[in-house]
């Protein structure tokens, strides 16, 4: 996909109803004409992962994900040896008088290896999209173990050696900044940071993503999304709460926002019980801002 156009991205992602900006678009454009990884960070629920799948519908093909995590170790990322099918294999051949030498070049081939996500990606026979996603959670070693994928597009597992990638996969990462990433990662990827939306651009995703909301609910939604994220929270919502929460109300059939609507549903938006209490102590203000005064009971 190295002669793709900005253009084609572009269509690429409204068609996909990823509304996106300018600098998204140039971002994949480059990474795919580059071949290089697209590092994306922002806030959590902004539309990061959605890129990659978004990539892989596109183009037509198989998105795999690495989901990090704290201890993730290149043997989970990469490959394991299949022990059970290994013995079972010993077993059959004790009787044939194979040579220890011949037994061990055998059930340490790629006939026993059991490929993990990195590895999958590697050796697929179409161009995949990657996905590795929350790479901040996972520890700085494997960080470093990536760094051979990031550059060389090849893998190396001691039983059997360096495996070069059969096509380059199209990387993405994703970070929430949970923890700085190293310069040697980041210097191997383009970067793109995703915020959260201004309210144009939100009420644009909720229209697209959930076209039976009332437009004046829409509206009212992503008024006070805006203004809820202003607070101090422990997690504040993104795009896909406002989503859930546009299409819970639409499907109540509401027109409008109200403070009693508001509190019942609140757990749609907020998923921690102090940013919760937190809200409910600034719902009057909340709504004020919002423009629903008159609903205040």
């Keep these: 996909m190295k002669d793709i156009e900005l253009g084609q991205i572009q269509k690429m992602l409204q068609e996909q109803e990823y509304i996106g900006d300018g600098a998204i678009a140039m971002s994949i454009f480059l990474a795919m004409k580059l071949e290089k990884p697209l590092l994306i960070e922002g806030p959590a629920g902004v539309g990061k992962t959605e890129v990659a799948k978004v990539m892989a519908k596109a183009l037509h093909t198989d998105l795999i994900r690495l989901q990090c995590y704290e201890g993730l170790d290149s043997t989970h990322a990469l490959y394991e040896w299949n022990y059970q099918h290994q013995l079972l294999y010993l077993k059959m051949q004790e009787e044939k008088g194979q040579s220890a030498k011949a037994l061990v070049e055998t059930i340490f081939s790629e006939r026993f290896l059991l490929k993990r996500p990195i590895l999958q990606a590697i050796t697929h026979l179409k161009k995949p999209v990657l996905l590795i996603d929350e790479i901040d959670r996972a520890d700085e070693e494997f960080e470093s173990f990536l760094l051979e994928v990031l550059s060389d597009w090849q893998v190396t597992i001691p039983e059997i050696g360096t495996i070069p990638a059969t096509h380059k996969p199209q990387i993405i990462l994703t970070g929430n900044r949970t923890r700085e990433l190293s ?3 980041r210097r191997r990827c383009l970067y793109l940071w995703i915020d959260y939306p201004d309210f144009e651009k939100e009420l644009t995703i909720v229209k697209t993503k959930v076209p039976e909301v009332d437009t004046k609910l829409g509206e009212q939604i992503c008024i006070f999304m805006k203004e809820l994220r202003q607070l101090k929270l422990e997690k504040t919502p993104g795009i896909s709460e406002t989503i859930d929460w546009a299409r819970a109300l639409a499907g109540m059939h509401l027109t409008h926002l109200d403070k009693q609507t508001v509190e019942d549903t609140l ?6 019980w102090q940013d919760m ?3 409910r102590d600034a ?3 909340l709504l004020e801002k919002t423009g ?3 609903r205040i009971g």
Excluded at 267 to 272: E, F, N, P, T
């Design 283 to 285: 719902l009057s203000e």
């Design 277 to 279: 209490r937190h809200t």
């Design 267 to 272: 757990g749609v938006v907020l998923k921690d």
């Design 292 to 294: 629903v005064v008159s």
């Design 183 to 185: 310069e040697a990662l």
